[in-house]
């Protein structure tokens, strides 16, 4: 893994700060896609920096903005030349109860899950199939269990895992495409009781809350220990998918 590249969407902070640490711990260089994050990214970078000089750049984008996810590829191919790995983390979640449901909230939500994925996984398609590169997307549990109160998320996900082994399909040989589904790894940002999140753990048949480490180990495991898999979804949730 040593020197080659991976662009990571959302990687200022939570699941895709943990990833970029650990790849970049394998020797890679990290592409630090943000949108307004640019304090965490830029503090992320310098720490990185520590370790290994000039082995990290960063890239600016909103990924409800199409047009931009194009140069945005081809911003993090020319900084090393190459690009051996996209991993679309970037992600959008929060409640949409029926009957509620605005354009805006549907577009937001469609759009930084599923739509953006697509189009960057297209825009980085000719650099991929160069180097037979790698797509890992962060999908979720609730892609084939939905969340109540969380429709659109939840459809969004699941049409994520779709595209994953569509363009599974679409773009081998060269490049495999796969996807992880976290389950209870990191609380969401906005407000969650304590019960409830005692009753999301109980029902892991792990009965304790993973890590983010969790899932960028099996990310790692993508990148470098799995040129036969493509077109898979690994559940990093304790058991918690298969628990009724």
Same mark, same amino acid.
């Given at each position: ?59 600016? %984008?909103?990924? +409800?903005?199409? #047009?931009?996810?194009?140069?945005? $590829? ?5 900084? !090393?030349?190459?690009? @051996? ?82 363009? %599974?399909?679409? +773009?081998?040989? #060269?490049?495999?495409?796969?996807? $992880? ?5 990191? !609380?969401?940002?906005? @407000? ?53």
């Amino acid at each position: 893994m040593t020197n080659k590249v991976v662009l990571i969407t959302g990687a200022a902070h939570r699941i895709g700060a943990t990833v970029a640490r650990t790849l970049h711990a394998e020797g890679m260089n990290i592409v630090i896609h943000y949108r307004s994050s640019r304090d965490a990214a830029l503090a992320l970078q310098e720490e990185l920096h520590q370790s290994r000089p000039d082995s990290v750049v960063l890239v600016q %984008a909103d990924m +409800l903005e199409t #047009e931009k996810l194009k140069p945005m $590829v081809k911003e993090a191919y020319n900084a !090393w030349g190459r690009l @051996d790995v996209l991993i679309n983390n970037a992600s959008t979640f929060y409640p949409t109860p029926m009957g509620a449901v605005e354009d805006e909230q549907w577009d937001d939500l469609m759009g930084s899950n599923l739509k953006a994925p697509f189009f960057l996984s297209q825009a980085a398609a000719p650099y991929l199939k160069i180097t037979k590169g790698c797509i890992v997307n962060i999908v979720d549990i609730h892609a084939e269990r939905p969340l109540r109160n969380y429709p659109v998320y939840s459809m969004a996900k699941a049409g994520l895992v779709m595209l994953t082994k569509s363009l %599974a399909g679409e +773009l081998g040989p #060269e490049i495999r495409v796969n996807a $992880v589904a976290p389950g209870a790894i990191l !609380w969401p940002e906005h @407000d969650m009781d304590d019960v409830t999140k005692q009753r999301i753990v109980s029902r892991t048949f792990l009965k304790r809350q993973g890590e983010p480490t969790d899932i960028s180990k099996a990310i790692r495991f993508y990148i470098e220990a799995a040129p036969y898999i493509s077109g898979q979804i690994i559940a990093v949730d304790g058991g918690r998918s298969l628990n009724s």
